[in-house]
DNA sequence: CTTAGAACG
DNA sequence: CGTTCTAAG
């Protein structure tokens, strides 16, 4: 089971660059987008339903802005959009879909680079997410695969600039803890699980002062596996050679 | 002396697209730009300065909107910014720069299209304009060259479909009655005067459906002159293969 | 269809 | 730096 993720920066914008064909390659299981910047009526998803796959959007509100998308190859027992919060559903952060093995939690967490309001409102996410997913640990759920824009870097390891970056967004002591008990309630992060402590492998670059080409990035985007996942897996990685967003897609594969 | 009039749609935009390397092949006396969209600090007008031309803006209050700009190779024995009515004034629609010979006026008229309001507003500021042109005529300025998009077509020869636009804002029996009396005023259309009913001969067309490479255009770009300057008038063409802009440059030469 | 600004990232 | 929206034409 291949699952993606993968921040578009819009969705729009990703066709026009060939999305589709890299998809039609890539075959991904389970494809979860982010920051698809459309809603239902100027969304056309055509291409990839022709592929084969089933299309679960959830827009924001507001037109153009954030919204995740996952597009399936096999039809999912079960979906589940939104988290029932409006504050967050509005801006359209959360669509799960189950399966046999597990359930594929899409996410798009708050960015909070545009000022300390919006930085508030993503720790007051990061805790509210936490119990979130705590619940549904707790409600019989299959094992979760959390897969996402978490816009949140845990170690040192996963950003470029770590030393100037201490209390950038993404990087605050704060978050890092977040990210830490997060972890501590059975996760694991598959990419690092699979590669280990590897250096200068990151998802996302500014699109400024040409930071990919010179690979000053951050790790930003994640595939966690509830813990009880861990032995299924089988590759896990980011593909940086993948270009149609300002970030890369992840991916674990899990066999079951 | 050669006076160009030409709605830019964008001054930085037209510049990417060559305009300042088209200024130094052509090398008019005067260069009367409207629609600059831009104020004075977004503007760098240092490539035509360069040239060895003087510039005067009069951009809009409005940041990204409307405005005018005149670059001359003589300096002016004196320039006027607007004219004294804040309602136009705010929108940069009149400019004008007095020579030896001749006053060049440089206007944007305002465009109908928008809706009822801005047709209503465009029909007050053709009777104010002609109250202000008869104004200067009695007050001792030089004999006029009105240069700008008039935003206004004259005769069903000027417009490529003249039976569907009879109502079009631009070519309302209004407008068009407005633009004789504008003429009876003592002006003389310089493109006409010296090409005679030639048809299909436009200054802009719209961006949509292919109009400007299947001719599809409207004349509503003019270089007026009074009509004591009728007989220095040695040329005057409309530039179709210029393309920096939805519009096409329009000129006139006059010999003192 | 295109420009340019704003919001957001 | 880049996407999308909106206003305006």
Redesign the pocket.
């Known amino acids: 089971m291949k699952i993606i993720s993968y921040n578009l920066?819009?969705?729009?914008?990703?066709m026009?660059?060939g999305l589709a064909d890299w998809v039609a390659e890539t075959r991904p299981d389970v494809l979860c987008v982010q920051?698809i910047?459309?809603?239902r009526e100027?969304l056309d998803v055509s291409a990839l339903t022709g592929l084969g796959y089933h299309a679960y959007l959830h827009p924001a509100q507001k037109?153009?802005?954030?919204g995740v998308a996952t597009f399936s190859l096999q039809k999912p027992l079960a979906v589940v959009e939104g988290c029932g919060q409006s504050c967050y559903d509005d801006e359209g952060r959360v669509l799960r879909l189950n399966f046999e093995h597990c359930s594929v939690l899409n996410t798009y967490m708050?960015?909070g680079?545009?000022g300390p309001e919006?930085q508030a409102f993503k720790v007051e996410w990061l805790h509210f997410f936490r119990r979130y997913v705590r619940e549904l640990q707790g409600a019989g759920v299959p094992p979760l695969v959390i897969a996402g824009d978490y816009?949140c870097c845990q170690e040192e390891i996963d950003i470029r600039n770590a030393k100037t970056n201490l209390n950038s967004p993404g990087f605050t002591p704060e978050e890092r803890q977040w990210f830490r008990d997060f972890l501590a309630d059975g996760f694991t992060d598959s990419f690092r699980h699979h590669h280990g402590p590897v250096p200068d492998r990151y998802s996302w670059w500014?699109?400024?002062?040409g930071a990919r080409a010179r690979n000053v990035g951050w790790r930003l985007d994640h595939l966690l596996v509830d813990n009880a996942l861990v032995p299924h897996i089988r590759h896990a990685d980011l593909l940086h050679d993948v270009v149609h967003s300002?970030h890369c897609p992840a991916v674990v594969e899990l066999a079951f």
Do not use: I, L, W
């Open positions: 920066n819009g969705f729009r914008s990703a026009g660059k920051e910047k459309a809603g100027p037109p153009g802005y954030s708050p960015s680079t545009s919006r816009n500014t699109f400024r002062a300002d």
